[in-house]
């Protein structure tokens, strides 16, 4: 009956297939309990079927690790892929909104301007810069204004001070006094009274040039109460929309 | 476009898998990768380790695939359901085997069981007799000592693929070709089994 292997091999694959037509399978499986030969050949076939489907698993398995570890790779790129994108449209925002905010205000170029903007620092630097010595041409008005400017140049602050008040004790239109009073009171740091002094010479409309309104602005930062800054800002947005003197800082 | 990736539904993946041929592969990934998520699950409730769990996963997926070949899977709970239940009892497997050292309730002897059932009482005694587990350790190790031709075809017999799809798969002329080779590789690891 069932004397070749291969012959054998292909009636057992016909078995399992189910292929095998009624008779035949009966026959197969009578011949099976008597041939010892094909007994072996169904346990080999079965065996070696068992074999090749667990070693087929256990690539299987290996490749559904290699499947997991690269779409978990994917997923955090994609998540990286997201955050950067939302970092960039954060970035761009950021750099639009300033960009937007420091062209209105004209800040974009100014080298004395800090990290933060026009504040504390940049004014403290121009105050240094330009009210360390003042010009004695600058007080060409009256005797008096020209001893106030050499009291100030040669450190005398409280003498330069008392002689501009007393300038605008006896009167109080002298706009060149105002301005040099609130110069010494930023040099004091005595930044309410500058910002008092240089208040007033902003509202002055008959000065041909007037930077009233830019010293209280630097007197403000100085100052640096809350609220200041935002003030000076606004001062400084005026100074550049009306040019008015120093408006060229603020280019 | 990644946000809005459409997921394979179910009867796809179930029809791709039993139409076999060069598909099958990608649609068992789906498949993996569709309920990966029970794994995050598992580590959840059952506490057992993430290698444990996706172990346990891996195999629940080879069983299911093995149930949607073979058209022991009908189709009659939904495929979430059926490998959810495959899954639990491996990881339940696990459980006991952690705390107890009991040997798996729900073995899987890889098909040996289910080819023994197929035969009848009396014929099914005399093979097992002739049958020694270990022995499947033994052919798989001479199995991998096969050439990279006959080891791939008899491990895609092995998963079920049929001939026809084994000669579509190893570009073979016709099925019967690879069915000619696949026996003769079986011929082969049967010599070198008896040495």
Avoid at chain 1, 83 to 105: C, E, K, N, P, R
Wanted: proline share 1%; hydrophobic share 40%.
């Amino acid at each position: 009956m069932f004397g070749e292997i291969e012959g054998d091999m292909e009636k057992i694959e016909q078995y399992y297939n189910n292929t095998l037509p009624d008779t035949e399978r009966r026959v197969f499986e009578e011949e099976l309990k008597t041939n010892p030969a094909l007994a072996e050949e169904v346990a080999f076939w079965v065996q070696a079927r068992a074999a090749a489907q667990a070693e087929a698993h256990a690539r299987r398995k290996e490749e559904f690790a290699q499947l997991r570890q690269s779409s978990q790779k994917t997923k955090q790129r994609n998540l990286w892929y997201t955050y950067a994108a939302a970092a960039s449209v954060v970035l761009v925002l950021g750099l639009g909104w300033w960009w937007i905010d420091a062209s209105f205000l004209g800040m974009t170029n100014n080298p004395l301007r800090g990290q933060g903007g026009f504040n504390k620092e940049w004014a403290a630097a121009y105050v240094e810069k330009n009210f360390t010595t003042l010009n004695t041409q600058m007080g060409n008005g009256t005797d008096s204004l020209q001893m106030g400017v050499s009291a100030f140049n040669s450190g005398d602050l409280i003498k330069a001070k008392a002689i501009f008040n007393t300038l605008l004790q006896r009167d109080s239109s002298n706009a060149e006094a105002q301005k040099y009073a609130g110069i010494v009171a930023l040099r004091r740091q005595d930044y309410d009274q500058a910002i008092k002094h240089f208040h007033a010479l902003s509202l002055r409309t008959d000065l041909v040039a007037n930077p009233g309104k830019f010293y209280e602005a630097l007197a403000l930062l100085q100052r640096d109460l809350p609220l200041d800054k935002k003030a000076a800002e606004n001062l400084l947005k005026e100074v550049k929309a009306g040019k008015l003197d120093g408006w060229k800082e603020v280019e | 476009m990644l946000f809005f990736a459409k997921k394979t539904s179910d009867s796809d993946i179930i029809h791709q898998i039993r139409a076999g041929g060069t598909q099958r592969r990608l649609y068992e990934n789906k498949l993996y990768e569709k309920f990966h998520y029970f794994v995050r699950e598992a580590l959840f409730k059952h506490k057992i380790s993430e290698d444990e769990a996706e172990s346990a996963y891996s195999d629940a997926i080879l069983g299911v695939i093995d149930h949607i070949v073979s058209g022991r899977f009908e189709g009659r709970s939904e495929l979430k359901t059926y490998l959810y239940q495959i899954f639990t009892n491996k990881c339940v497997d696990i459980i006991r085997k952690n705390t107890t050292n009991k040997a798996e309730v729900h073995h899987n002897s890889v098909g040996l069981d289910d080819a023994l059932a197929w035969l009848p009482d009396e014929a099914q005694s005399v093979v097992r007799r002739l049958i020694v587990e270990s022995e499947i350790e033994t052919l798989r190790a001479h199995l991998r000592t096969l050439g990279d031709k006959c080891r791939e075809m008899i491990m895609a017999w092995g998963e079920g693929y049929s001939d026809e799809e084994i000669a579509q798969i190893m570009q073979y002329n016709t099925a019967a070709v690879a069915k000619t080779s696949r026996q003769r590789c079986l011929e082969k690891l049967k010599e070198i089994w008896k040495k």
